[in-house]
């Protein structure tokens, strides 16, 4: 699965539905031709339904002719109100053998605006007897942003208070030894005496 030319969309209500327009190549990217709709709702409670125009045989022989020179099968996703427009593709071939039977993963941004789009196949569904190839058997998963972890400033900032504070009443106490905290000082007054002494003999 691959995603490309990713454009964010605008900011807007998280209210709402949005309207993808589904379009295809059948001839790896020179021309587009309508296949459905993709209807998002910008809340994470509802579910994302596709309307898709039947595919006609010889689109169906022009994938088919896609996978027998191992080409790719390319879509673009087009927001009908927010300014967005996204492609992907697959290999051909495995959409073939599994008999158009594909998930389209939609990216959603924290403001409910589609941000990518990733395109695949279901192989596992490869044995497909009495599957009509007029239509996409499509399955639409919407992926959300999610919160990454933030750092935990609280206790950061009551750590830093309470050193301030020990230092502050003289609790704080030295671990390092006197050579260790003065060596820069001994090791070269060691040296001019060592060179003195030599010079005296």
């Known amino acids: 699965m691959c995603s490309s030319d990713l454009v ?47 595919l006609s045989s010889d689109d169906y022989e022009k994938i088919k002719e896609l996978c027998s020179n191992n080409e790719l099968y390319m879509i673009k996703v087009i927001g009908e109100v927010d300014p ?29 605006s589609v941000v990518a789009v990733n395109q695949g ?28 972890p933030t750092p935990d400033t609280a206790a950061f900032i009551q750590k830093v208070e309470e050193e301030k504070a020990r230092k502050m009443t003289g609790e704080t106490t030295e671990n390092k030894s006197f050579f260790s905290k003065y060596w820069m000082y001994i090791v070269p007054v060691g040296i001019f005496m060592l060179i003195n002494s030599a010079a005296g003999t």
């Open 8 to 54: 964010a969309g605008s900011e807007v209500d998280l209210e709402g539905e949005m309207r993808l327009r589904l379009e295809h190549s059948l001839d790896l990217g020179r021309t587009w031709k309508p296949r459905g709709l993709v209807s998002l709702t910008r809340s994470r409670s509802g579910s994302p339904t596709i309307q898709q125009d039947v």
């Open 84 to 112: 967005v427009e996204l492609q992907s593709f697959v290999s051909a071939c495995p959409l073939v053998e599994s008999g158009m039977a594909e998930t389209l993963v939609v990216h959603v941004d924290w403001r409910g």
């Open 121 to 148: 196949t279901r192989l596992e569904e490869a044995i497909y007897k009495g599957r009509n190839r007029e239509r996409f058997d499509t399955k639409i998963v919407v992926q959300n942003m999610e919160n990454g």
